[in-house]
């Protein structure tokens, strides 16, 4: 008598390692002694220190996450996907599962008892092999070199002290991944996917990417009979696909998943979706545990009830940051992953604030950070640089719509003051009424800064320029960057003040090779590296990004990196710049963890010789490029 459901799981079965290596006939009886699971998404199968089961599982359909445990929140180890193994502990170890196994996704798991597995693996060498490889290498696969993956991470017991997992290091991605075009039919895609073995596919035109399906998408547009299987994949395809440049660290490709909530980032020749498709990236591709990763971080960040709770993520921050320069990780990877975390710690204060008040906000609304926050270098506990734009109101409500702004924005100060950013001296914060304005209001200070540029005006420049937006409605803050871009497009007035100004600090050494210091005052004697050294490279990037029409860009290795690509004849000066700036902010960043301090000042007596040789090395390319300006601004009667 037939059995069509174990019939059913045989074929299934067939396919994959090591079952692959059984006759049929022996795979159906097998087979016959199955049970099959339906898993509700967030499902458990089998949790932390629970007694091992007498199956073993393979995933008929869905996914399920493998994690640990750490600090109360599940930290994701990997992901098994169709035709994966996993709990197969009890064939090799008798203690409890070191990993929590639980559905990501409704999925239909196959439970295969080992009792009746254990005499096919007994006289079936090659399954016994692939069995052993896999437990014992973490590998899914051991005999695909291309896709092996991690199993079965359940047999590696989770530490938090001992986990150096390489968040920093370039993320492996499928290179020339296969694609569709928006025109070609979804059940000529599906069965290209399938005999590919992908689980998903980009959808391009001219080889740029316009979208991207995934077997999510298959199973619920087309299998729930939404859309039939012979309309065109535009149709199901989800859009804009997330582009990301091939220099991507783990740790950045997590983020950026998190960040939009999707699981797959498409990689083009320059990162963005105007550029070849060169690449992809999966969720499975960047799956990793530690206990202080950058992911993890940011969801403690979004569940955070209070400014202690967002304390502690800033506490661990600094222990990541610290970690990070001992592994002598890229300053500029620890800039970019810090300034998203940083974001989320001050959008979560943003979102705490506004349910202390208990009414939501009167008007649309955007938060910005300026200064070192705006531009994504702020690694140490400096102080605040913020504000506030909101959308224009009626006159008659305009005062009230003002006050509620500057209320929230004391309370979200107060929280990040608690969090450990100092109040600013001069309440460059969005509490003060002079900085929390609307958009028409903002775009009338900018233009008299801008065509009235006096001292102030451009101190005030140098400071609101370089903004990033937090938490809102982006479309205000995009109002005041064309603003800006108007106001200075071939502004000859504007940038000869601002150009004077990126001059008034000349590279920081004297006749005779020597370092200049502080003659007086409570830093007698010691190095201003802020003032003498990072801010000529940080103003000089951003007059010469605002004199090319860069926008969204404020970050100054990136602004280098912008103006690299845009004028190769001055590429090696950008590109010394960039480097100098960036073993600068490492100097400043180790001299402020060691002191507890803004690293602003250094102790030059403390400075090893080489120190002090990379020192004053990096001051040549700020003479480099203060003659840059000088000649484009016409400013040579400064010199």
């Known amino acids: 008598m037939k059995n069509p459901i174990a019939e059913r799981i045989t074929d ?25 699971l339906y898993l509700e998404k967030k499902q458990t199968l089998f949790k932390i220190n629970d007694s091992t089961h007498s199956f073993f599982y393979v995933v008929a359909s869905g996914a399920i996450g493998l994690s640990v445990t750490s600090d109360t929140d599940d930290v994701l180890i990997d992901k098994c996907d169709e035709g994966d193994i996993l709990g197969l502990r009890p064939f090799f170890a008798k203690n409890n599962y070191l990993m929590t196994a639980k559905a990501r996704e409704e999925s239909i798991v196959y439970a295969i008892p080992i009792e009746t597995f254990k005499p096919y693996v007994a006289a079936n060498p090659e399954v016994l092999s692939f069995l052993l490889e896999s437990f014992a290498s973490n590998t899914r696969n051991p005999y695909d070199k291309n896709h092996k993956g991690k199993l079965v991470s359940e047999n590696v017991i989770y530490n938090d002290q001992n986990a150096e997992i390489q968040y920093y290091q370039p993320i492996k991605y499928t290179e020339n991944p ?46 729930t009979g939404l ?134 906000p009167p008007a649309q609304f955007a938060w910005m950070n300026m200064g070192s926050q705006g531009r994504k270098e702020q690694l140490l506990l400096t102080d605040q640089d913020n ?3 909101f959308e224009d109101v009626p ?44 958009v028409t209001d903002w775009q009338h200070q900018f233009k008299g800064w801008i065509n009235a540029p006096g001292e102030k005006g451009i101190l005030m420049c140098t400071i609101f320029f370089d903004y990033d937006f937090v938490y809102g409605n982006e479309d205000l803050v995009d109002a005041i960057s064309n603003t800006i871009h108007e106001e200075t497009n071939d502004n000859q007035l504007f940038f000869a003040y601002l150009g004077a100004d990126a001059l008034k600090n000349p590279p920081p050494l004297g006749f005779f090779r020597q370092f200049l210091v502080e003659s007086d005052g409570e830093h007698k004697d010691t190095f201003d590296l802020k003032g003498r050294a990072l801010m000529p490279l940080i103003d000089a990037a951003r007059i010469l990004s605002l004199s090319k029409g860069i926008k969204n860009v404020a970050n100054t290795i990136s602004r280098y990196s912008k103006l690299a690509e845009l004028e190769p004849q001055n590429a090696p000066v950008y590109e010394a710049c960039a480097d100098a700036f960036a073993e600068l902010l490492k100097f400043r960043t180790e001299e402020g963890l060691k002191n507890e301090n803004d690293g602003r000042y250094l102790n030059l007596s403390e400075l090893s010789k080489l120190d002090k040789v990379k020192l004053k090395n990096d001051f040549q390319p700020i003479n480099d490029i203060q003659e840059v300006i000088k000649n484009r601004f016409q400013l040579t009667y400064f010199t």
């Open 12 to 36: 299934f079965l067939k396919h994959y390692p090591p079952f692959s290596s059984l006759e049929y006939a022996k795979l159906l009886e097998i087979s016959k002694s199955c049970q099959v």
């Open 178 to 223: 296969i694609t569709a075009s928006p025109t070609d039919i979804v059940k000529f895609v599906a069965q290209t996917m399938a005999s590919s073995k992908i689980g998903s596919m980009i959808i391009h035109e001219n080889r740029k990417p316009i979208g991207i399906v995934t077997d999510k998408d298959l199973r619920s547009k087309i299998a």
């Open 227 to 360: 859309y039939s299987i012979d309309v065109t994949i535009d149709k199901i395809m989800s859009s804009p696909v997330i582009t990301v440049a091939d220099n991507l660290s783990i740790a950045e490709a997590q983020i950026m998943m998190l960040k939009h909530n999707v699981s797959h980032l498409c990689v083009t020749k320059d990162g963005t979706n105007d550029s070849e498709i060169t690449g992809i990236i999966t969720e499975h591709d960047i799956v990793v545990a530690q206990a202080n990763n950058p992911g993890v971080l940011l969801k403690q960040s979004k569940r955070a009830q209070k400014s202690a709770d967002l304390k502690e993520v800033r506490k661990k921050l600094t222990d990541l940051i610290q970690h990070s320069l001992d592994k002598n990780v890229p300053i500029n990877h620890i800039t970019s992953i810090v300034g998203e975390i940083n974001l989320a710690i001050t959008k979560r204060a943003i979102e705490l604030a506004i349910e202390k008040i208990g009414t939501p």
């Open 387 to 389: 504000a506030i734009v």
């Open 395 to 438: 006159e008659d409500k305009y005062d009230a719509v003002k006050k509620y702004f500057i209320d929230l924005a004391e309370k979200v100060t107060k929280t990040l003051n608690k969090v450990g950013y100092e109040y600013c001296p001069a309440e460059m914060m969005a509490s003060n009424p002079l900085w929390c304005k609307s």
